[in-house]
């Protein structure tokens, strides 16, 4: 039992290339999250998904797009990456969406955009 | 939307100490969560806190849901140095969907 597995681990890109994060988990949770974290700035969720098939907007969502490939598996994708998002990405899944279940983190992917 | 505002923002304290933080709302939230994340790692849930005016204790944590459901407290006895790390509250907002909202953290330095 893995929990929340996120790849890779550390990715430096120039502006402009794409790539994509991978996240899965394996608690059989219904929903799964996108954050990013920036010094001082604490979690600012970029996308949620509620259940498999669905997909919305968090708070930062701009730049980004995600795609709920299956219940296990939840994908962020930056089309044209630009140095602003160079962060720390963790992905999340809780059993429900409502706020109040215990959300459970992946260990990050370090981004840097040159 | 809701904010959560953490202080201190960074703690360089002696072993054996006692630790506390402190979150705060201009808005009420219905739940508290506190968060410890270590270096290199996602944050992991310590306590969860659901009704105003509620102490529920974790080994060396405790924690305060505030009456005016506007503000929560962490205190952490005898600080040891795998204390280390940043600490966050956390709460589901009430105007966005329960989506949870994070304070900026508390970074805890521990000298041994």
């Known amino acids: 039992n893995a929990g929340v597995t996120q790849t890779p681990k550390f990715q430096v890109l120039k502006t402009g290339q794409s790539m994509t994060l991978q996240c899965a988990q394996d608690?059989?949770?219904?929903?799964m999250y996108w954050y990013r974290q920036d010094p001082g700035m604490g979690l600012r969720l970029i996308y949620y998904?509620?259940?498999?098939?669905?997909?919305d907007k968090g708070e930062v969502p701009n730049g980004y797009n995600v795609s709920r490939l299956n219940k296990r598996e939840f994908s962020l994708r930056l089309e044209s990456a630009a140095p602003s998002q160079t962060s720390v990405y963790f992905c999340?899944?809780?059993?429900?969406?409502?706020?109040?279940?215990?959300?459970?983190f992946g260990p990050g992917t370090r981004l840097t955009v040159l | 939307g809701q904010q959560l505002n953490q202080s201190p923002q960074s703690m360089f304290i002696q072993e054996g100490e006692d630790v506390s933080m402190n979150c705060t709302s201009s808005?009420?939230?219905?739940?508290w969560l506190w968060y410890k994340q270590e270096p290199g790692e996602g944050p992991v849930l310590l306590i969860a806190?659901?009704?105003?005016?509620e102490l529920t204790s974790n080994g060396r944590l405790t924690a305060q849901f505030g009456i005016t459901r506007k503000d929560s407290f962490l205190n952490i006895s005898a600080s040891i140095p795998s204390d280390v790390g940043i600490y966050f509250c956390?709460?589901?907002?009430?105007?966005?969907?329960?989506?949870?909202?994070f304070g900026a953290g508390t970074i805890l330095r521990v000298k041994s």
């Open positions: 999340a899944s809780s059993l429900d969406r409502g706020g109040t279940d215990t959300q459970y």
């Open positions: 608690m059989n949770h219904n929903s």
């Open positions: 998904s509620a259940s498999e098939g669905t997909t």
């Open positions: 808005s009420i939230f219905n739940t």
């Open positions: 806190l659901y009704k105003a005016g």
């Open positions: 956390a709460g589901p907002s009430l105007v966005n969907g329960n989506k949870l909202v």
